[in-house]
């Protein structure tokens, strides 16, 4: 039967990326229930939305994410007060697990969520969500799934001339050293390859920083056009609970911009490091395998799915085997027995696809439960039709200053009394 579902978040109209666009409306692609997406980038909750008999209520990772405390906490206040005579089941996804964990833990329990959804290892669950009420239950999920394409692209992209014999992307910058060690991985892969190929035959494109990273179609086309990709595993090895470990990094980073990453690891993660380790596999690397590149991964687990030496080409650690894997760029019919053994196992096999693990996810929260949304009245129609409307102001809204900050107009939208009331005047009412 279907069921009348509420989804926040907070993802950014045209800036959102497409795994992040694919996680966020497979929730309504994939199923028979009213979906009604409600974006608290700006404004607080409406009356109406209160109005509607929701069956569940889901916080999205982009909601669930801890990064400002204040706001976290104004938030829980607001979803408090929304959530007070609602019988609506209530679920929480999260994904950014090593950061101001006792925030998250007051967010369950505050709003007594009944099911949490978590990337991390079940191993770290007890550690990572320390004081959870015992009647909220926790299921594991990836960060992110495939969104199935026709045979004719997959066919299009296996079969497409590449001009890149080595590619990389990562956002890693300097704050991100309070991520541990782990997370460092995703600098140093980089590093090592610039090193040994710098002055070499082979074609190169790695880079890393924010403003590096590659979005939409951008970022496939790019993955399209490397014979072969670069990557880790997700993750970090620091679990920052009260957030005091990155509030100190950034700090230093305010006080002296050139203060080195070796110091700031020193300073303050050192001691926190490695009694944590949140390790998961990324739609990054779905992603590689549908474009048609061969993936080149430090070893690692990678939720059990990638295999080296059958999916990808496993890199060591301590870079030991960098030459062997070095050797392997030039073995073009190797290269693609991998990427067509990657593509069989991952892509055509089905098993880790968005409209698997929804039907799961409905049909587990909603097992036993035979409401149907034939109750649905006049009223809440027009409500929902409301909250639809805000969905687009939303996006609309973000695209108006994305493109504002492109042409470099916020500059002197900030002297502008007129244009900053009329067009930022939405952040001071941001939830």
Known sequence: ??????????????????????????????????????????????????????????????????????????????????????????????????????????????LEIEYAYSVAPKEEWANIYKGLRKHCIIFPMLTGYIEKKPAEYYMKKLNKKRNIDIGYRAAWNKPSIALGKFGYDKIKIAKIFTKRLKDSKYHTDIKVGLQFLLKGDNWTDFLSSCRFILGVESGGSVLDRDGSIHEAVNAAINEDNNISVEKLYKSYVENADGQFELRAISPRHFEAIEEGACQILYEGEYNGILKPGVHYIELKKDHSNLEDVIAQIDDEEQRKKIVEQAFHDIIESDKYTYENFIHDFYNTLFKGIEKDIGTIHLLESIYIWFAAIHEYKIKFYISVLTKLKKWNVLHWMNENRLTRYLLKGYYARRL
Not at 34 to 41: G, T, W
Not at 77 to 92: C, E
């Open 1 to 110: 039967m279907s069921k009348k579902i509420l989804i926040f978040h907070t993802r950014g109209g045209s800036q959102i990326r497409n795994m992040a666009k694919d996680f966020l409306y497979s929730f309504r692609k994939y199923s028979d229930n009213k979906v009604v997406y409600f974006n608290l980038f700006t404004n607080k909750i409406p009356f109406y939305l209160k109005k509607i008999n929701f069956d569940m209520v889901i916080f999205e990772p982009s909601v669930t994410s801890c990064w400002k405390k204040q706001q976290y906490f104004h938030r829980i206040k607001i979803f408090a007060g929304f959530l007070s005579d609602s019988k609506a089941i209530k679920v929480a996804l999260f994904q950014d697990e090593y950061i101001n964990t006792e925030m998250s833990v007051q967010f369950l329990n505050a």
